[in-house]
C-alpha cells in the first residue's frame, strides 16, 4: 500500500484554499499568518495527536515554471499541502485531529474549500479523503516504531549515557546496585513529551558555547 | 515560515512532466518499491526520516464545489517532500555525489531537469522548484534518524541485559555490564541542537 | 578530467604546493594604505616571491602573500570583481561564526585585537631555515613598507617548529607528531604518498581532482569552483583559513594524566585514542595497542589505511580527531561523501615548547597557528568544521565533538570504543573542556603571480 510503510502512514492532502472577492481577506495570506504564529515545540497541536512523527502544512501558491520551452500555466486556485508522518491507521488519526485539536483544524481548513466543519466527524473525514492524494513512493527510514516508543528510547539513551560517564572506574557491586536503581527510575519515568522540550534540560543547557 | 525543526529540514518541491511520461516515473518506482535492496543506499545514507514522491495529474486536483474553477493543466506533477537531516547543501551534495543515477531515474522525466551531475546546476534546479514550509512540526527534534536508530539499539540491548543485570553476583556483574556496554558503545551520542543551516 | 594536469609551477605560490618544512616563520599581518602605493609594493614584494617551481637547493628564505577581502577592497579592484568572490570569502571568518561555532570561549571577544577589528589586509608570509635569516628578511619587506608608504605592520605572528634537544621536530604543543596525511592532487609534483589521494574502486589510492585546491580546473564533481571575475586573477590562485588555535597546555596534560591513570591502556594509549595516532605518530588504525615506529619512519605506510574494516571504532575511534578531520570510506560509498571535503594544511606550532613533566600554565602563549588551502572554504573546511569537528551526526557520534579541539564549553563528552577485555574496555571522557580556544584568524586569498603582477599594475578588469 503506497501510503503506508511498516507501521507509518504517509497522508497527503492538498486542500483548495478559498479565494475571495472581498479586498480585505484574502484566504491564503491569512492562513499563513495563523501557520506562523503557531507554536512548533512541545506546545504544538501535533504534539497534542501524539502519534505525529512528522507534520507539515504548506500553502502552495501556485506550480512552478522551469522556463522556456517549458510551458507557462498557472494553478486557478491555491492549495493547501498537508503532509504528515504517524502510526497507525488513517481514521483513527483524523478522527484525533477532530476531537483533540479542533481549534487548529477549525482555523486551518475553514480557509478551504468545502470544509464542512467539525459537527460530524465522520463528514470531516470524508472531506479530508476527498482531498487525499495516494502516495506513489513512501520512504521511512524506521517504520516499525511509535513516536512514544523512539521518544522512549532516546530517554533511555541520554540517561544510560550519563550513568555511564557517573560509575565508570567505580567498583561492581555499587554499579550494580546504581544499576538497578536506574532500571526503576526508568521504568517509573513519566512518557517523555514529543515536539521537543526534554524537561531535564534547561535552556542554558541547550546553548552551552554561549559561556 | 520555515523549513527546519531542530534536526530535521521540510523540503518541497513541484516539477512538471509532460503526461506521457508520469506511467514511465510510476513503472520505476513500482520496482523500488517491489525491491527493497534498492533502496540500499539510500538507507546507507542515513540522513531521512520520512520521504515521499507523490505524482498528480493534471486533472486530479482536488476539485470539491461548483464554484471552485476547474483546474485546466497541460503538465502532470511530481510533488516531492522530505524530512531530512542536514544542511540544503549537504543533502544536496551528498545524493548528487552518491545516488545520482537514483536522482536522475526520478527526475528526468520532469521538464528542464539539468541532470544530478554536476551539483551546481542541480542546485539551481531544486532551489527554483523549492518551496517553502509555512508550518513544521517534529516530534523529537534533538534527534536525528541516526540517533533515533542508535536510541533505538540501545534500548534493545539494555532491555536484555536488564533481565539478568540485578541477579548476576557483582563479578558475574562487573562481566555483563562490560560486555554490554561494548555492545551499545557506539550508539551513546549525545542529542541535542543542529548545526546552523548554510 | 585530463590525468596529465600540467601546472605552470611558476605561477603558483609555493606555500600552495609544498609544506616548506622550514623551521621558522613569521606572519607579517598588515594594512595597506593608499591603494597606489600599495600596489608599488605589491610588485616589489613579487621580487621575493617564492613559487611552487622546483628547488635544486632549498632557499634560506620563502616569502609569500595573501589577501583578505577586505584587502582587495583597499586594493581598489573593481567592484565587480570584488563581488564575484566567494560569499563566505566576502564576508569574512568573523562573520561565519555561528556556523564555525566560534561562539562562547571561541568567540571574537576573545580574540586578539587585530582580529577582534577585522583590521587585516595582508598575510604577508616569511619562512625561514634560520632564526637570523627570518630577521633579516623580514626587515627588508618592512623597509620596503616604509619607502613604498604602500603598507603598515598591524602586527607579527611567530611561529616555529618544537624544537626538542636542539632539534627541529614536527611535534605540537600537546606532545602529537603532526603533519601527516595532507592530500594529494593532480598535478602537484611531489610523490603521491599511499593514503592521502582518494580512495579508487579497486582500493589503491589516486590523487584527487586539481580544483578541489586550485582555482581554475575541474574539481572533484567535474566542474570548476565558484571563482572570482577574471579568469586570470583566480587561476592558479586558491584560498586559505589561518586560526591562531591557543592550547591550553596544562589543561590538557593534567587531562590526560588524570583520565591516563584511570584507563587501563595507560596515558600513551588514551592519547592516541583522542586522535587516531599515537604521539608518535603511528596510525591507531595500523596499530591499536602499541606504537609502531617503523610505520611512523616508512611514508608507504604511516597514512596508508582506511576504516572500513574497522566500523565499530576498536582500532581508531568513531570520533578520534583524524577520522572527523578525514574520515576516508567510513561513511561507505567508497570514499565518494568525502573526496569534495579535503583541506591541505600548513601550520606550525607557536610559543615556547615546554616539556613534559615541567610546570606549565594555561596562559602561556602557546599553541598551533593553523593554516588550510581549499579552492571552496565553504564546501571543505567550513564544512569540515561544522559537521564533522563540532558536531557527529556523519561519523554517528550524535552531537558530540572532537575531543581535542571541539569547543565543548565544559560539557562536551566522547565515546573511544574498546572490546570486552577490561585491558581494553569503552572509555567515556565527559565534561570536556576547551583544551584549545580559538585567538582569532580570517580567509584570505592567496594569487597567483599572474594575479598579483595584474594587482600591481592596477589592470584587473571584470571581463
New interface residues.
Given amino acids: 500500500m503506497?501510503n503506508q510503510s511498516g507501521h507509518?502512514y504517509?497522508l497527503?492532502i492538498?486542500?483548495?484554499i478559498l479565494e475571495s472577492n472581498r479586498l480585505d481577506i484574502c484566504h491564503a495570506t491569512e492562513?499563513?499568518w495563523y501557520?506562523?504564529s503557531?507554536p512548533?515545540?512541545h506546545t504544538?497541536p501535533?504534539?497534542q495527536v501524539?502519534s505525529?512523527?512528522?507534520?507539515?502544512?504548506?500553502?502552495?501558491?501556485d506550480?512552478?515554471f522551469?522556463?522556456a520551452p517549458?510551458?507557462e500555466?498557472h494553478?486557478?486556485?491555491r492549495?493547501l499541502?498537508f503532509?504528515t508522518?504517524f502510526d497507525g491507521d488513517l481514521n483513527r488519526y483524523l478522527t484525533r485531529m477532530a476531537v483533540e485539536i479542533p481549534e487548529l483544524v477549525n482555523s486551518v481548513w475553514k480557509h478551504c474549500?468545502?470544509y464542512p466543519g467539525l459537527a460530524d466527524p465522520n463528514a470531516f473525514i470524508a472531506?479530508m479523503k476527498?482531498?487525499q492524494?495516494?502516495?506513489?513512493?513512501?520512504?521511512?527510514?524506521?517504520n516499525d516504531?511509535t513516536?512514544q516508543?523512539?521518544?522512549?528510547?532516546?530517554q533511555?539513551?541520554?540517561a544510560?549515557?550519563r550513568f555511564?560517564?557517573r560509575n565508570?572506574?567505580k567498583?561492581?557491586?555499587e554499579?550494580?546496585k546504581s544499576?538497578?536503581v536506574l532500571?526503576k527510575r526508568l521504568a517509573e519515568a513519566p512518557d517523555p513529551l514529543?515536539?521537543?522540550i526534554?524537561s531535564e534540560k534547561t535552556a542554558a543547557?541547550?546553548?552551552?558555547?554561549?559561556? | 515560515?520555515?523549513n527546519i525543526?531542530?534536526k530535521?529540514y521540510?523540503m518541497?518541491a513541484?516539477?512538471?512532466m509532460k503526461s506521457w511520461k508520469t506511467p514511465v516515473?510510476?513503472g520505476f518506482?513500482f520496482i523500488?518499491?517491489a525491491f527493497p535492496f534498492l533502496?540500499a543506499s539510500?538507507?546507507n545514507l542515513?540522513f531521512?526520516?520520512?520521504?515521499?514522491?507523490?505524482?498528480?495529474r493534471h486533472d486530479?486536483?482536488?476539485?470539491?464545489?461548483a464554484?471552485?474553477?476547474?483546474?485546466?493543466?497541460?503538465?502532470d506533477?511530481l510533488?516531492f517532500?522530505s524530512?531530512f537531516n542536514g544542511t540544503w547543501n549537504q543533502y544536496i551534495d551528498a545524493f548528487s555525489a552518491v545516488l545520482s543515477s537514483g536522482l536522475n531515474a526520478i527526475w528526468r522525466w520532469?521538464?528542464?531537469f539539468p541532470g544530478s551531475v554536476p551539483v551546481t546546476p542541480f542546485k539551481s534546479?531544486i532551489a527554483?522548484?523549492q518551496?517553502?514550509?509555512?508550518?513544521?512540526?517534529?516530534?523529537?527534534?534533538?534527534?536525528a534518524?541516526n540517533?533515533?536508530?542508535?536510541?533505538?539499539r540501545?534500548?534493545s540491548a539494555?532491555n536484555n541485559f536488564?533481565k539478568t543485570?540485578?541477579t548476576?553476583s557483582?563479578?558475574e556483574?562487573?562481566t555483563a555490564?562490560l560486555e554490554f556496554?561494548a555492545q551499545?558503545q557506539a550508539?551513546?551520542g549525545?542529542?541535542?541542537?543542529a548545526p546552523v543551516g548554510t | 578530467m585530463t590525468d596529465s594536469t600540467r601546472l605552470d609551477v611558476t605561477d603558483i605560490q609555493g606555500f600552495v604546493l609544498k609544506g616548506y618544512n622550514f623551521p621558522y616563520a613569521r606572519y607579517l599581518f598588515l594594512e595597506l594604505l593608499h591603494a597606489r602605493d600599495a600596489q608599488i609594493f605589491i610588485g616589489q614584494v613579487l621580487q621575493y616571491l617564492t613559487t611552487g617551481e622546483r628547488w635544486d637547493k632549498k632557499p634560506i628564505t620563502t616569502v609569500n602573500i595573501a589577501f583578505t577581502h577586505r584587502g582587495l577592497l583597499s586594493l581598489e579592484l573593481p567592484e565587480p570583481t570584488l563581488l564575484s568572490f566567494p560569499v563566505e570569502f566576502q564576508q569574512g571568518m568573523r562573520a561565519r561564526g555561528d556556523i564555525l561555532?566560534d561562539?562562547?570561549?571561541?568567540s571574537p571577544e576573545h580574540w586578539d585585537p587585530i582580529w577582534r577589528e577585522n583590521r587585516v589586509h595582508v598575510w604577508l608570509a616569511v619562512n625561514a631555515q634560520t632564526s637570523a635569516a627570518l630577521d633579516h628578511q623580514c626587515n627588508v619587506l618592512l623597509q620596503m613598507m616604509d619607502q613604498t608608504r604602500g603598507a603598515k605592520l598591524l602586527q607579527p605572528q611567530d611561529a616555529s617548529a618544537v624544537f626538542i634537544d636542539g632539534k627541529p621536530t614536527s611535534k605540537e604543543h600537546f606532545g602529537y607528531t603532526d603533519g601527516f596525511g595532507n592530500p594529494d592532487f593532480k598535478g602537484a609534483e611531489r610523490n603521491c604518498v599511499p593514503g592521502q589521494g582518494k580512495l579508487t574502486m579497486d582500493g589503491n589510492w589516486e590523487a584527487l581532482a586539481t580544483g578541489e585546491f586550485l582555482l581554475g580546473y575541474a574539481d572533484e564533481s567535474g566542474e570548476l569552483p565558484v571563482a572570482p571575475i577574471p579568469h586570470l586573477l583566480a587561476r592558479n590562485g586558491t584560498f586559505m583559513v589561518y586560526r591562531k588555535m591557543h592550547q591550553n597546555v596544562a589543561t590538557f596534560r593534567n587531562f590526560l594524566e588524570e583520565q591516563g591513570r584511570?584507563y587501563p591502556g595507560g596515558k600513551e594509549k588514551l592519547a592516541s585514542k583522542f586522535v587516531g595516532r599515537w604521539r608518535d605518530g603511528t596510525p591507531a588504525e595500523i596499530s591499536p595497542d602499541h606504537p609502531d615506529p617503523a610505520v611512523v619512519a616508512d611514508n608507504d605506510r604511516n597514512t596508508n589505511f582506511t576504516y572500513g574494516n574497522d566500523l565499530n571504532g576498536l582500532h581508531c575511534p568513531l570520533g578520534a580527531h583524524i577520522r572527523r578531520g578525514n574520515p576516508r570510506d567510513a561513511f561507505g560509498f567508497n570514499g565518494e561523501l568525502v573526496n569534495r571535503r579535503r583541506i591541505m594544511r600548513r601550520g606550525l606550532p607557536y610559543g615556547a615548547y615546554v616539556p613534559e613533566g615541567l610546570p606549565v600554565r594555561d596562559e602561556d602563549e602557546h599553541g598551533i597557528i593553523f593554516m588550510a588551502l581549499n579552492a571552496s572554504l565553504f564546501r571543505q573546511f567550513e564544512f569540515v568544521q561544522q559537521q564533522w569537528i563540532e558536531y557527529g551526526n556523519d561519523l554517528h557520534q550524535g552531537n558530540d565533538k572532537d575531543l581535542v579541539i571541539g569547543?565543548?564549553?565544559?560539557?562536551g563528552?566522547c565515546v573511544l570504543q574498546g572490546t570486552a577485555d577490561p585491558q581494553n574496555p569503552p572509555?567515556?571522557c565527559?565534561n570536556l573542556p576547551n583544551f584549545v580556544q580559538l585567538r582569532g584568524g580570517d580567509y584570505f586569498f592567496v594569487p597567483s603571480l599572474t594575479a598579483l603582477q595584474m594587482m600591481a599594475s592596477g589592470t584587473v578588469d571584470p571581463r
Fill in positions: 503506497a507509518i504517509g497527503t492538498l486542500s483548495p492562513l499563513r501557520l506562523a503557531l512548533r515545540n504544538s501535533f504534539a501524539s505525529t512523527h512528522f507534520a507539515r502544512l504548506v500553502v502552495m501558491d506550480v512552478v522551469v522556463g517549458a510551458r500555466e494553478l486557478k486556485s492549495y499541502v503532509e508522518n474549500v468545502g472531506y476527498k482531498c492524494i495516494e502516495t506513489t513512493f513512501f520512504f521511512a527510514d524506521v516504531k513516536v516508543q523512539n521518544l522512549k528510547a532516546l533511555v539513551q541520554s544510560l549515557s555511564v560517564e565508570q572506574g567498583p561492581a557491586s554499579v550494580q544499576f538497578g532500571l514529543p515536539g521537543g526534554d543547557e541547550d546553548r552551552p558555547y554561549d559561556r | 515560515m520555515t525543526n531542530g530535521a521540510a518541497n513541484i516539477t512538471p516515473l510510476r518506482f523500488l518499491g533502496q539510500l538507507k542515513s531521512i526520516h520520512f520521504a515521499r514522491w507523490v505524482i498528480i486530479q486536483f482536488p476539485h470539491l464545489s464554484r471552485q474553477p476547474l483546474e485546466d493543466l497541460h503538465y506533477y510533488i517532500l524530512n520532469s521538464e528542464k534546479y527554483q522548484v518551496f517553502e514550509t509555512d508550518y513544521y512540526y517534529n516530534a523529537y527534534p534533538r534527534a534518524t540517533d533515533v536508530k542508535a536510541a533505538l540501545l534500548q539494555l536488564a543485570s540485578q548476576l557483582p563479578a556483574f562487573e555490564y556496554i551499545v550508539d551513546l549525545s542529542t541535542g541542537m | 561555532y561562539t562562547g570561549k571561541n584511570v569547543n565543548h564549553g565544559g560539557q563528552k572509555f567515556l565527559a
